[in-house]
């Protein structure tokens, strides 16, 4: 079985009460492990907009180090970029979740790699 499989990307898929970041948290239990970036294309980090709509690009940010979260935080908005504490390192799923339908419609060419999720608010 090939590593990956580009037509449906199912090996990428981790248990549905768990994510990749929950299990790189148990794996490494002295280490403050968050899940950033992965709802974000490289051109709309680059860019600073997502879509032809042009929503700024937020970047959510879960973690159960509110320390680490911050610090992250600074760095994104520094960056030019909209940070959002998206809550604990559970919410990794979600975000994972995310990341995976995104990118699944990109590759199937139902949206621009320049595309995907803003948040409005």
Do not use: H
């Amino acid at each position: 079985m090939p590593l990956c499989d580009f037509e449906t990307f199912d090996s990428l898929v981790v248990p549905a009460d768990s994510s990749a970041a929950a299990e790189l948290a148990a794996a490494l239990p002295r280490s403050r492990v968050l899940k950033a970036f992965n709802t974000n294309f490289a051109a709309t980090l680059l860019s600073g907009v997502v879509g032809e709509a042009e929503l700024p690009t937020t970047v959510l940010i879960t973690g159960d180090d509110a320390d680490a979260k911050s610090l992250l935080a600074d760095v994104v908005t520094a960056g030019g970029l909209r940070a959002v504490d998206a809550g604990s390192l559970k919410r990794a799923r979600e975000l994972e979740a995310l990341g995976f339908l995104q990118l699944t419609l990109a590759a199937g060419a139902k949206i621009p790699w320049t595309g995907g999720f803003g948040v409005v608010g």
